[in-house]
């Protein structure tokens, strides 16, 4: 079974916790011939006495999927937050992640270009929650100017603060389209865009039906139990029945 033709779709937990918490993440994902897990070891926390994430700890537990899961197969997406998590993660990240947070720390959108190899294959730029389309697109240039090719960009739309939405946060569609017309690879996340898991699936079908490149989506084994997010986490099995019926299905489309 094969995925929608140029898919960049993008599921795992909010932060990566054990071995036990991402393995079947990454054996649903296997098995549906999906390349890319978020596997964050860096987590930017609003709280400071939150989870911050397994830092360099989480490597263990990256090698030992390697020993399952050949790179080629299950692809890594990692955040970094600052020069030195770059340089940890960009050795084993497919995807570079930039957080929402960190859209305008130009510093660090420099030093990208510098730290990138052939096993990165993109660098995923999220949109600050209250940060203009126009301000996104140049932090986009900051990254093509210091050197990464704009095919391999892709921007995330993560949704913005808002004061009508009943969870504080709306997914801004017109803004990924902006994006698009810009001409970047772009994807939606209605995790983050929606804060709720009950909200997931329909904004993720509705952003299929926008034909953006794909969907960045939160899910974990044990959702109540997720370190991170519990609120906005899929099950596996809600994650497995989005696959089934909306990605394989349109695969033909
Ligand atoms: C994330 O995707 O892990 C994350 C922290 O999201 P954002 O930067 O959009 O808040
Ligand atoms: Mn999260």
Request: proline letters at 4%; charged letters at 25%.
């Amino acid at each position: 079974m094969e995925n929608r033709a140029n898919s960049l779709n993008i599921f795992g937990p909010c932060a990566l916790e054990s071995y036990s918490q991402i393995e079947p993440v990454a054996a649903l994902l296997s098995r549906h011939k999906i390349k890319y897990i978020r596997t964050q070891l860096f987590k930017p926390r609003t709280n400071p006495d939150s989870f911050q994430g397994l830092g360099i700890d989480g490597l263990e537990i990256l090698k030992k999927l390697r020993e399952t899961y050949s790179s080629d197969d299950l692809k890594f997406v990692c955040e970094a937050c600052s020069l030195d998590q770059l340089d940890i993660i960009a050795p084993w990240a497919a995807i570079i992640q930039i957080g929402a947070r960190n859209m305008q720390n130009f510093e660090l959108l420099k030093a990208v270009g510098k730290k990138m190899s052939e096993q990165n294959d993109y660098v995923l730029l999220k949109r600050g929650f209250a940060n203009t389309v126009e301000e996104w697109l140049e932090s986009a240039r900051y990254l093509t100017q210091g050197g990464v090719p704009k095919e391999k960009i892709i921007l995330c739309e993560r949704g913005t603060r808002s004061v009508t939405s009943p969870t504080g946060v709306q997914m801004d569609f017109i803004a990924a389209l902006a994006a698009k017309k810009a001409g970047y690879k772009v994807i939606l996340d209605p995790s983050h865009g929606s804060k709720k898991a009950e909200y997931v699936i329909p904004l993720a079908n509705a952003s299929l039906a926008l034909k953006l490149d794909g969907v960045m989506v939160e899910c974990h084994p044990n959702p109540k139990e997720s370190v991170s997010d519990a609120a906005q986490a899929l099950s596996l099995n809600e994650t497995e029945l989005f696959i089934q019926e909306s990605l394989h299905s349109t695969a033909n489309n």
